[in-house]
């Protein structure tokens, strides 16, 4: 799942190609694109990065022309990733807070998106073993402002910025932009679907779920992370909120103007909320992967959800209880950043027992 960006002055670092690389690219323009924070991130064709800038209510398409396979498969592995990147960037540990990762589904190169105690974000590639800056200034990009966003001095019943949610994370798939987040209509959850290269059509459904550990229908909160899968035929949302219920959708279903009822398949547990879903698959079958704040990493058949029929209507009490779709707790607690290398390994970002925050490939062992 994935958070949120600001303004980039880069020091030294590498520096993304002014050179279009194929049609996705055409009507880039070459600049210094004004980020302004970074909560997150996906690729989509040709090795464009989208980064999902939420305090500017915009996503920003960069050229990053890294399209070279791989002569084989990275395993990523690193200790005390936080410390490094300290180190790297001239900061103490407790200035650096990692927004999100992506790996380049054509390169396998891993991407983080940080942002400092000075509130600078930061795009970052892993090269070498280590992380080096990725200059933001003079590059080709595109760039999209959304519609309607939640304003920059909206709160929450706490007093917390509700800004930050303007973006909750992205995907990329058939053509389109996938951004999910808050908007500032009466049914704030919303889902846009923005067609690449990038036009001013942007199609924004609102959506209701019924949320079984508040024992009600819910329209306000935003989608912390989610993915897209074939279910039983046909393309599916498949997105989970805090506390934390898992919930889909037909893509076809989620038109423009929309309100939207999701199809609730479980609770799985609150007091918790999601990090990062992806998909994965193993000898034919395929798992949801779904990373947690205050949960172990939970696997979820993708058969086992094709075979919920419904939705979840009743209340789930107990807290922490889980009800609806079984899943299976991995034994990877407090995975902070999750995304597929291929179709059987996955990198996680994980804070170990003694503390140590590592940089990890797990593979098919666990699927």
């Given amino acids: 799942m994935k958070h949120l960006l600001v303004t980039l002055t880069m020091i030294s670092g590498i520096a993304l190609s002014s050179f279009a690389t194929g049609s996705a690219t055409e009507n880039f323009v070459f600049g210094t694109p004004e980020v302004q924070s970074i909560h997150a991130l996906t690729f989509g064709p040709e090795g464009v990065l989208f980064l999902g800038d939420s305090k500017a209510a915009r996503v920003w398409a960069l050229a990053t022309d890294d399209t070279e396979a791989p002569a084989e498969m990275p395993t990523y592995r690193m200790d005390n990733v936080d410390e490094v990147l300290a180190a790297q960037l001239g900061v103490d540990a407790n200035e650096v807070a ?3 990762m992506a790996i380049n589904p054509i390169s396998k190169q891993l991407y983080l998106a940080v942002h400092l105690g000075d509130g600078k974000a930061i795009l970052l590639l892993y090269k070498g073993g280590q992380f080096i800056p ?3 200034e003079n590059v080709r990009y595109s760039e999209v402002a959304l519609e309607n966003a939640v304003a920059e001095d909206a709160t929450d019943r706490r007093g917390r910025s509700l800004r930050v949610w303007a973006i909750s994370d992205l995907s990329f ?3 389109q932009l996938m951004v999910s987040g808050l908007s500032n209509q009466e049914f704030a959850s919303t889902f846009r679907s923005i067609p690449f290269p990038f036009q001013t059509e942007q199609q924004a459904a609102s959506l209701e779920i019924f949320h079984a550990a508040h024992g009600r229908f819910e329209t306000y909160a935003p989608i912390k992370t989610f993915t897209t899968a074939e279910v039983n035929g046909k393309a599916h949302l498949i997105a989970s909120y805090t506390c934390t219920p898992l919930v889909v959708w037909p893509l076809e279903t989620l038109e423009p103007g929309a309100h939207v009822k999701g199809r609730t398949v479980a609770e799985l547990g609150s007091n918790n909320s999601p990090l990062d879903m992806v998909v994965m698959n193993n000898g034919g079958e395929r798992y949801v992967l779904l990373s947690n704040t205050n949960r ?12 919920f029929e419904g939705t979840m209507t009743d209340p789930v009490e107990e807290r922490a209880a889980t009800a609806g779709t079984e899943f299976i707790a991995l034994p990877f607690v407090n995975v902070l950043q999750l995304d597929k290398l291929d179709d059987t390994n996955f990198v996680m970002l994980q804070r170990q027992a003694n503390g140590n925050l590592a940089l990890v490939t797990a593979g098919d062992r666990w699927l």
Wanted: net charge negative; proline share 0%.
């Fill in 134 to 136: 990725v200059a933001m």
């Fill in 296 to 307: 172990a990493l939970m696997k979820v058949a993708l058969t086992d959800i094709e075979a």
């Fill in 173 to 175: 798939a058939n053509d």
């Fill in 98 to 100: 990692i927004q999100d």
